[in-house]
């Protein structure tokens, strides 16, 4: 077999490969042999059958399936020999091959560059430092007391008041038709955190009161497929609720926070808030290192990476409960939305990801086995054989991505800074 590889671009090449004639003759023995073996046409025994006349019945569809045979085992062979990984399945052309012919045929595939490696050594970082305050504590403290208030009716008024919890049922529709909808949904109304469409529409309300009225969604609303969108809302009201909510008092913290008082329940909450601050620190230092080393590397990214990452990405942002409701043109639109907007994230943790695995092969970094048992142990079982390969080889990437963070961290030269503003969320840096 005769292999020449071209490079069409840092992650593009093409096989050109070239199979004997005497290979594919004798494959085509082989399967005319098997066929007659096993065929019975009239007039003709079992075995019996003149090739002449097989040929003539069978000839073009035993050649078809032999030299897709044929082409599939010379392409992974021609992989093997030629070292390479391809991202995904090829691009094959065929060429006309007559009988007696070599078989020729090319394989386009994608594959991972080869990254240049700029000096990731001594990157100038600043960590953040988050402080957590009074007013932290207080509002977490606030947060758990509201977890476990309770619905009570109102009893003897109709009309709705700010601080009510008020069920509904609603419907709502665009000029694409019904966009969503929902039966009993509680919303708290005339809060900073209310349900923006519905906010001061329901104040006043009466229960059993039908409303209807238009909502503009702002162009930078996060709700998918509605911002720039002006949506037209049927609302039914059902009930009022009010909600109760403990005390915060040394019996609130023993029943709620299992510690003996109220201010022990304070120290507590305080030791979790400046736990997390560490952690989102570290998250922003690390994110801040992908950055930099992203800004320093020039790297093509293959566009099957980058495919496969944005799909991830759609996943974990697309509403399902919307999803099945919504009509194929809605589906359509909202991702094609979200493609726009998550392709750059996309881009970034690929190149990042790249970058990181050139460091660690560079220097030489491993991963145990023991490691990655811990963390599949973490995530539960697989269902398949095949599903745990997988997860192993994709937990090794990580870890051994994260380790070469932890090696361009411990060389950096870090400096100590504040970082504004207390509701920061970093997010876990993406290595893996």
């Not at 098997?34 to 050649?63: D, K, N, Y």
């Not at 070292?83 to 691009?91: A, D, F, I």
């Not at 007559?98 to 394989?107: C, I, N, S």
């Amino acid at each position: 077999m005769k292999v020449r590889v071209e490079t069409l671009s840092p992650v593009e090449k093409r096989l050109e490969v070239e199979l004997p004639e005497d290979r594919v003759t004798e494959e085509l023995e082989r399967a005319f042999e098997r066929l007659a073996r096993r065929i019975e046409l009239p007039g003709f025994r079992r075995g019996r059958v003149p090739r002449s006349l097989l040929e003539r019945r069978f000839g073009e569809q035993i050649r078809s399936e032999v030299v897709s045979r044929l082409i599939e085992e010379a392409y992974q062979e021609a992989v093997r020999q030629e070292n390479l990984q391809p991202l995904g399945p090829p691009e094959i052309v065929t060429e006309e091959t007559p009988p007696g012919r070599p078989l020729r045929f090319g394989a386009t595939v994608e594959v991972c560059p080869l990254v240049e490696l700029r000096d990731y050594s001594g990157l100038e970082l600043e960590r953040p430092r988050i402080p957590v305050t009074e007013a932290d504590v207080e509002n977490a403290l606030e947060r758990l007391r509201q977890s476990y208030a309770q619905l009570r009716p109102v009893e003897g008024r109709d009309v709705v008041e700010a601080g009510d919890v008020v069920i509904v049922d609603y419907e709502a529709r665009d000029e694409r038709g019904v966009v969503g909808r929902g039966e009993g949904r509680a919303f708290e109304v005339g809060t900073p955190k209310s349900f923006e469409p519905f906010a001061t529409r329901l104040l006043g309300a009466r229960v059993g009161e039908a409303l209807e009225f238009p909502f503009a969604f702002p162009p930078e609303s996060s709700e998918p497929g509605f911002a720039g969108r002006t949506v037209h809302f049927r609302v039914h009201v059902r009930q009022i609720a009010r909600k109760e909510v403990p005390e915060l008092d040394d019996e609130f913290a023993k029943d709620h926070g299992e510690c003996d008082s109220l201010e022990e329940l304070r120290a507590r909450i305080r030791a979790r808030l400046e736990q997390e601050a560490a952690g989102e620190e570290e998250n922003v230092l690390r994110a801040r290192a992908l950055d930099e080393l992203a800004a320093r590397h020039d790297v093509e990214l293959p566009r099957t990476l980058v495919r496969s990452e944005l799909e991830f990405l759609l996943s974990r942002h697309v509403d399902f409960a919307w999803w099945r409701t919504a009509s194929e043109e809605q589906r359509m639109e909202v991702v094609a939305e979200l493609r726009a907007k998550f392709e750059p994230l996309a881009r970034r943790h690929v190149k990042t990801r790249l970058v990181l695995d050139a460091i660690a092969e560079r220097e030489g970094i491993e991963v145990a086995e023991s490691e990655v048992d811990r963390a599949l142990a973490r995530e539960g079982p697989t269902r398949s054989p095949e599903e745990w390969v997988e997860a192993r080889r994709r937990i090794r990437d990580r870890l051994r991505r994260e380790k070469a963070l932890d090696l361009v961290l411990a060389r950096a030269r870090i400096r100590e800074g504040v970082l504004e503003g207390q509701n920061h969320v970093a997010g876990e840096p993406e290595t893996g």
